[in-house]
Structure formats: structure tokens, C-alpha cells
């Protein structure tokens, strides 16, 4: 489950885009070029991360992190935080001032803004554990039900 410390780079959206709403669709490429895909919401300090394959899993953020199985929706999980998390967390916090470039001991993130949209073009994580890169695309700024966003209850995303 290589893909539990990427998801947590998407809370850097909070930086940008508090109080309002975004979904994108994302992929993600990692160093062997292997790819994963898949939706992500955003919505005042709300997020959620859902793969588009079955057999991976949607994470909410909803005051904790949750990690739902796409196979089972009753297998519902509480992450716990870990070095990359507590990185990202640390530069949510100095919004509005966030840097294209953070480096904390082997962990090396680096954002790159879009030039069309007021929006996040790619986050690319390097660490030990882990280097990839994620893409944002299909961008929409649009109210999302915070329905969508709570892990008990969950609801699938129409598409």
C-alpha cells in the first residue's frame, strides 16, 4: 500500500483554498512509472481521495484521516500520522506564505503552480519511502456537499 503517504500531500490544497471548493481528477506517477488515478474533493478544510480502482481505497480527511477499502465500503480505518503528514501539516499552516520548495531531513516536496488556473498544477514528493508525483487535472471550482466528505456515511461520488 505504497500509496498511504501520497494522499497526504493533497492537504496543502488547504493553503490554497480555504473556504472554498475544487474537485480534480489526479494521477499519480511513480519513479518505476507505474501510474494510479482517481478524483479528488476539496471543500473548507475537507478532503477526500478517491483511487479509481476497486481494489485501492478513498481517504477522508474529517478532522482525522480515514481510509475506506473501494471494495468494501464498511472497512472504514483511522490513520495515524507519519513523517510526511506531519511535514504537510506544518506548511498548511503558514498559508498564505507557502514556498515552492520544502525540505525537512530525507522528505523533499516541491509544488508547482498551474499558469492557466489559480490552482495547483503537480505536488512531487521525494523521500525514502517514497517518489512520485502528483498531477491535477480537470479542474472545477463548484460547491461540493460535504455529504461527500463524511467516512460513516459514505457516498459514492456520480460521475
Avoid: W
Avoid at 498511504?4 to 500531500?9: A, G, I, P, R
Avoid at 464498511?74 to 515552492?100: A, G, R, S, V, W
Avoid at 520548495?101 to 516541491?110: A, E, G, P, W
Amino acid at each position: 500500500m505504497k500509496y498511504l503517504f501520497f494522499f497526504s500531500c493533497l492537504l496543502i490544497f488547504n493553503s490554497s483554498f480555504a473556504g472554498n471548493s475544487v474537485s480534480c481528477d489526479f494521477e499519480e506517477v511513480y519513479e518505476d512509472g507505474s501510474t494510479q488515478s482517481g478524483y479528488m474533493l476539496f471543500n473548507d478544510g475537507l478532503l477526500r481521495y478517491e483511487y479509481k480502482d476497486t481494489q485501492l481505497f478513498t481517504i477522508i480527511f474529517n478532522n482525522d484521516y480515514f481510509l475506506i477499502r473501494n471494495d468494501n465500503q464498511n472497512t472504514i480505518n483511522k490513520l495515524e500520522n507519519d513523517d510526511i503528514l506531519n511535514e504537510l501539516k506544518l506548511i498548511i499552516k503558514k498559508y498564505p506564505e507557502i514556498d515552492d520548495f520544502y525540505n525537512n531531513n530525507d522528505l523533499k516536496i516541491k509544488i508547482t503552480h498551474s499558469k492557466e488556473i489559480d490552482f495547483i498544477k503537480r505536488i512531487s514528493i521525494n523521500s525514502e519511502k517514497v517518489n512520485l508525483s502528483i498531477y491535477f487535472i480537470n479542474c472545477n471550482f463548484k460547491d461540493i456537499p460535504k455529504r461527500l466528505f463524511q467516512p460513516f456515511a459514505f457516498e459514492k461520488i456520480k460521475k
